[in-house]
């Protein structure tokens, strides 16, 4: 299985600042996806990101709050812009995996003040 | 995404009790997932399921794909403090997943 990190492991933000969470993979991998997962909650897709393309938002998350990047095959960051309260989550990154499946990383644990 | 109903919402069991939850939709889906996640940490993939009927062990956990392709569930036996956790379930649409609300496990010794 594929071994991913994330930088930060948390962080704690003001309100009205951006925040770059960055995902790195130890393999090659077409498909990236970013999750927000808010406090007690389920995980919610923001958008899937290709390496060469803009990223695909699901409905309700704009590129202008989460500018996506994916420069390579085993790396991709996420913006969290102009941040909330509201924006305390905690946002993975996982890749897709054989059959269907996909692995997670650890989790940005975004608190904002 | 397509509604995931996942039940029980939480669970408060005594160890070496055996648990059940389940994942219901009002969709069909050609894949069915169950994730679980630590305290501060990602989830993690314990087992998937591809045929309608089919039924998938893992260790002391046991998960089947509904007939109708619309349900599935998990069931944990002679449970352990370390079950303790977060188990999702997942169906899987296009290139992504969609996550049930999760059924949150405590375990006393």
């Known amino acids: 299985s594929a071994v991913i990190s994330q930088k930060p492991s948390r962080d704690i933000c003001q309100r009205g600042t951006s925040l770059t969470i960055q995902c790195q993979v130890d393999s090659q991998v077409t498909m990236m996806f970013w999750y927000r997962q808010q406090p007690g909650q389920s995980l919610t897709l923001i958008a899937t990101a290709n390496q060469g393309s803009e990223a695909t938002y699901e409905s309700g998350f704009v590129i202008d709050k989460f500018p996506i990047s994916r420069p390579n095959l085993t790396f991709s960051t996420l913006t969290v812009s102009n941040m909330s309260p509201e924006d305390s989550s905690i946002y993975l990154c996982?890749?897709?995996?054989?059959?269907?499946?996909?692995?997670f990383g650890p989790g940005t644990r975004l608190t904002v003040l | 995404g397509q509604q995931l109903n996942q039940s029980p919402q939480s669970m408060f069991i005594q160890e070496g009790e055996d648990v059940s939850m389940n994942c219901t939709s009002s969709s069909i889906f050609n894949t069915w997932l169950w994730y679980k996640q630590e305290p501060g940490e990602g989830p993690v993939l314990l087992i998937a399921l591809y045929k309608a009927g089919e039924l998938t062990s893992n260790g002391r956990l046991t998960a089947q794909f509904g007939i109708t392709r619309k349900d599935s569930f998990l069931n944990i036996s002679a449970s352990i403090p370390s079950d303790v956790g977060i188990y999702f379930c997942a169906g899987h649409y296009g290139y992504a997943l969609n996550f049930g609300k999760g059924t949150s496990l405590l375990v006393t010794p």
């Open positions: 996982s890749v897709e995996a054989p059959r269907d499946t996909q692995y």
